[in-house]
DNA sequence: TTGTAGGCGTTATCAA
DNA sequence: TTGATAACGCCTACAA
């Protein structure tokens, strides 16, 4: 039950009767080595087991680690989930490793997790910035050359490039969409906080939307939720309205999925719905579930091959790459208006 | 547009005049220091913008370094997002670092994905098996102490713990309930490769229900699905049977997607359904789907904590340990059989 | 083809 | 309270 001490280089060396050196030689194919000394050491390799430290060899080299950072609000959301998968897919023909974080949409928190990144040298770092994160503190790191890349929202005090979805758009072509059969009295809910750059952006988006058509404002007709079960509460609220809004537009995927499930519970299914983000069995839904489609993987991509051309040397201005979303017509944004109202 | 070395030790203690050790001595609290010379320090700290590096630090400490390694099949399914959020949340304060990947379900690309987590000495390994990958290779490093916890399938070949959710018993409960409603054909959509331990599990809990009620098993209804699509043409295949099944039983998450789509594609509203694993908007269905619930928070929960007492020293034998289900009756699984059939 | 000396950035040890 | 020296595991530079 020895907890023994892992072997290392000097260790091989002494199995076989070489130096260091030589082994180091064989095993990184770097400078020659005779066929012999070769076979030998790798038999004395795999008899010890013997694993390079990577740190160690790291700390030798120089330059960044062989590892990317990535700071995501939550793991658990299906949307960065599929955000982060892209990423690694995209990362791993070079060898990169994931060392990857919550934030929790808390910047006290983002800022101890790219604090630990850069700590252990990452080559690269990926973030979704939190609501009321600066990140100025990275301008020393991208002097020397980090590449910083921001997800989903664009960065603040700093200029790095950020990969970002067709928010305003996207919010707007949704929002018409419903306009567009009938519906006059819209209802947003968004996310929280309302601070939030997504929320800013397709709540501007809404607004376009009602704009163009000549529809007015109506403050009441806007709310906001953090969770699926706020989108519900805040849906029963819109509903429960002495003039109460005929569609609903969601914000986002949780949103979404409080809004659907309140429909489902009080059984309105005269109520339009359009969501900002597609959710699983969207289709499956009665009616099915039309959707402003963001492209997780796309967006995942770019992040990560953005990143990857600044490493290799893209000194160009900083970029803001806008991914297109893609409005998905199934049914529930079709439904019409129960009435008509006279102008 | 200097690409600057980052500032060492050394140069924070240039800086201040003092040694390095010194400045090292202030940052860890490690020894004593006078007032003057910690805030001389900490001043010169800040003004450089120094950050130790971590690598450094470690390959000198020795031991195990402040990562965690988490190798799951996908990053972007839900259910090992909330397994990967969990183990985060619990070893967030023991200051560990999560280095992730996805398998993909590939026993080669699991192993390179552990040899990388091990050549950066994580303190913990924590691994989803491929179908296929044996881990005796991990022997030598289970003895050094290192702790080794697999997550949601036994692990082949090493004495390790594991945490896996009960599937056999909840894949019965779930047949059982179909069965108690009337149903005698009962449809199994599995999912691939079928040698998969959960599938095998699962598929072991379906045979026992229908043996404890009498009930013969037709190999016919059973079948198996890679992805949502298949599920939904393997749903197709076994409703066009000469002699169909009156419910369906799937395997997993996914498969339940592709079950629920398909259904709703064809508007078959008489099959009745039951899913092992929950999905988001099950209750938004018509009817809700009911479902055999796994526990991915506490699965992840109960793993990291099992490898941290480890970590502490604790020496006592390898467990499995079984996270219970629990069935969530909504709907879709007390559809009546159409006709109860004479005996 | 192989080895030696030295250093990467940090901390342990011992001395001052 | 502080510092000099050595060492962690590996690689670069140079020499043999």
Known sequence: MAANRRPTL?????EVGVSAKTVSRVLNEDGPASAETREQVLAA?????????????????????TTIGLVVP????PFFGAVARSIEDTVRDRGLTLLMGSSADDPDRERALTDKFLS????????VPSVGADHSHLKTHRATGLPVVFIDRPGVGLAADS??????????DGVAHLIAHGHRRIGFVGDLPVKLYTRRERFAGYRDALERAGLPYDRSLVTNAHDQQGASAATSRLLGLADPPTALF????IVALGIVAELARSRRKDVAVVSFDDVPLAEALEPALTVVAQAPEEIGRTAATTALSRLD??????????VPTRLIVRGSGERPAPELQRA
């Open 74 to 77: 939550d793991l658990g959301n």
């Open 10 to 14: 000097a260790d091989v060396a002494r």
């Open 313 to 322: 040397g893209d000194r160009s201005r900083a970029r803001t790459i806008t």
């Open 250 to 253: 969601a914000g986002n995927n």
């Open 45 to 65: 390799v795999a008899k010890l087991g013997f694993q390079p430290n990577l740190m160690a060899r790291n700390i030798r080299v120089g330059g960044p680690d």
């Open 120 to 127: 252990r040298r990452v080559s690269i770092l990926l973030v």
């Open 163 to 172: 990969v970002v979805s067709s928010n305003r758009t996207g919010a707007h």
